[in-house]
């Protein structure tokens, strides 16, 4: 059966990375994950925890909501298998609370790992209580409505970033970052590789070898017309402030 491109519709059945590939790109977090896919995938910086310390990896599930209203997230819920990160977007910027506890009581039953959502999040400090993690544009407790249906699992664009469901979503402190599902195992591959190497260098910089010479960057720094000087009085010209 074919069907209408349309922005109200619900997709039940969508492809998934493989769990271990998951698992490897949440120990290398959102910093690595982003530089091992060439420095890309990361949502806008406003994206931020509503509580120090959390981590996540998963599944996206998008979600495309409107301004002020939340029950496309209602009918995301059931769409929702353990594991998966609820990707939120709106059509329009927003910044009420269109998330809460009882919302956050329903993902967690489903067994769903937390949410991202390019709008606002209500009910902080019993979500921290929970530790259900949640990377919101804002914090507020303006209500919403239920009266215009949306989509789920169709592409999105969340704070910036382009989201098909099915994509690995990778969020801690630093932010959050989106891995496509095709590359993800590459990707996976490229963190692993880096994450051995910075080990590597962790422990000469720790040694106290400097990041200069590690790095190689004295020719390069030469070349860019860096000079040293002993001292200030040894320039003919002083340089003004």
């Known amino acids: 059966m074919s069907v209408v491109p349309s922005r109200q519709i619900a997709v039940r059945h969508i492809e998934r ?17 982003h530089e091992a896919q060439g420095r890309a ?5 406003g994206m931020r925890p509503i509580y120090a310390g959390a981590a996540i990896a998963g599944s996206a599930v998008t979600v495309l909501a409107h301004p002020g209203d939340n029950w496309m997230l209602h009918v ?15 059509s329009a910027e927003n910044r009420d609370g269109m998330f809460g506890e009882l919302l956050a009581t329903s993902l967690r039953a489903r067994g ?15 979500l921290t209580a929970m530790a259900f993690p949640v990377w919101s544009r804002a914090v507020s407790a303006k209500g919403t409505i239920k009266a215009t249906p ?10 910036g970033a382009l989201v098909h469901a099915g994509d690995v979503i990778v969020a801690d402190d630093d932010g959050v970052c989106v891995v496509p599902r095709v ?6 591959d490229a963190c692993d590789t880096r994450l051995r190497k910075e080990a590597v260098n962790r422990a000469r910089l720790a040694a106290g070898e400097l990041g200069l010479d590690i790095y190689g960057m004295r020719p390069a720094l030469e070349r ?18």
């Open 17 to 33: 990375a493989e769990a271990g590939v998951v698992a490897r790109l949440g120990r290398a977090g959102v910093a690595t994950a």
């Open 41 to 45: 995938g990361l949502l806008q910086p």
């Open 76 to 90: 995301a819920a059931e769409l929702c298998q353990p594991g998966d990160v609820l990707v939120v977007a709106c």
């Open 112 to 126: 769903v790992a937390g949410l991202v959502i390019d709008a606002g999040c209500r009910d902080v400090q019993a």
């Open 150 to 159: 949306g989509s789920v699992n169709l592409p999105v664009v969340c704070a």
């Open 183 to 188: 590359q993800a195992a590459a990707v996976a």
């Open 224 to 241: 860019a017309g860096l000079v040293y000087v002993d001292h200030l009085s040894d320039l003919d010209t002083p340089p003004r402030p």
